[in-house]
């Protein structure tokens, strides 16, 4: 029998760092943009077209969105100077826009450029590079270009271990905290898709303790690595470890998202699995049957 154990879809952020509209992330200002620091109202103009590219993709107006987006790219360009880190924002952003639609070959040269501004402006141990590594390495991964992506994520998830290490300013850490949270998912994907369970587990343990110390043991995106770890245990035949994992995701997702949202039924399909496998028919009947009925709610209310 062929089992799929799934992924809870409405709390995946995804393999992928969603599309962020910030500059350099230095405070105060790096070393290399001392002296590059444009006029309030020049920055102003710029971040306004970031946020109109945000809300036409926020409206599902792919089109204008990147419209937008690359007339900020325009203008930051001609403002800022085409190797500033507001530019390499501007290309990142793009990218985003392209990758979010599939439309990967358009996406790689600007995820490239903002790369290599970033390695040149910011350096090879600044946060953003990791950012930019990251991104990249995803969109490789999104065209089966694993061997290609995984040397990116972990350089990425090197820099960004480094920097939660040294790092001093309390706002950078947690921004790099949060993008470590990503990055990690990633990899972790990465490596479960080539069976590579045991990589895959490290990962989702690692997830798993920042998620517990970053939002607690209450919030959804930890039943979601709960879920993500139970996954690995039962790829890998664990299944008495993968029962609890799953039980703990769905108590907590009952009390975050209420007992009848939908998304608690792919854990309980995930938990039928593991009984199925344990011998315990009558608790796996009466798991998918719950998952049918919440399903069929679903249904009903659509």
């Not at 995946?12 to 790096?30: D, M, R, Y």
């Not at 990249?136 to 990425?156: D, G, I, N, Q």
């Amino acid at each position: 029998m062929n089992v799929s154990i799934k992924i809870i879809l409405i709390l995946i952020i995804s393999c992928f760092i969603t599309v962020s509209f910030n500059g350099c992330s230095s405070k105060p200002p790096c070393v290399s943009c001392q002296g590059q620091n444009p006029e309030k109202n020049s920055l102003e103009a710029w971040r306004l077209l970031n946020l109109k590219a945000i809300q036409y993709y926020q409206q599902n107006n792919p089109k204008e969105a990147i419209k937008s987006a690359q007339e900020s790219l325009k203008f930051a360009k001609k403002t800022f100077g085409k190797e500033h880190p507001y530019t390499a924002t501007s290309l990142n952003n793009l990218a985003e826009l392209y990758r979010i639609q599939k439309r990967y070959y358009e996406a790689e040269n600007p995820y490239k450029e903002a790369l290599a501004i970033r390695e040149k402006v910011l350096g090879t141990e600044h946060p953003d590079y990791a950012l930019s590594l990251n991104n990249l390495a995803t969109l490789y991964f999104l065209e089966k270009r694993v061997p290609e992506a995984e040397p990116l994520y972990t350089k990425a998830l090197a820099i960004y271990e480094k920097q939660i290490k040294v790092g001093k300013d309390e706002k950078v850490k947690a921004n790099v905290v949060n993008n470590l949270d990503a990055l990690l998912g990633n990899l972790g994907e990465l490596y479960k898709s080539q069976s590579r369970y045991p990589e895959a587990e490290g990962m989702f343990r690692k997830l798993l303790t920042i998620r517990e110390t970053s939002k607690g043991k209450t919030n959804p995106s930890y039943a979601q690595s709960l879920n993500d770890l139970g996954a690995i245990y039962f790829l890998e035949g664990k299944y008495k470890e993968a029962e609890p994992l799953f039980a703990n995701t769905i108590t907590i997702l009952e009390k975050s998202l209420g007992k009848d949202h939908p998304d608690i039924a792919v854990v309980l399909d995930n938990i039928a699995e593991v009984c199925k496998k344990t011998g315990d028919e009558n608790k796996a009947k009466a798991y998918l049957e719950r998952a049918n009925k919440l399903r069929n709610l679903k249904q009903a209310q659509t």
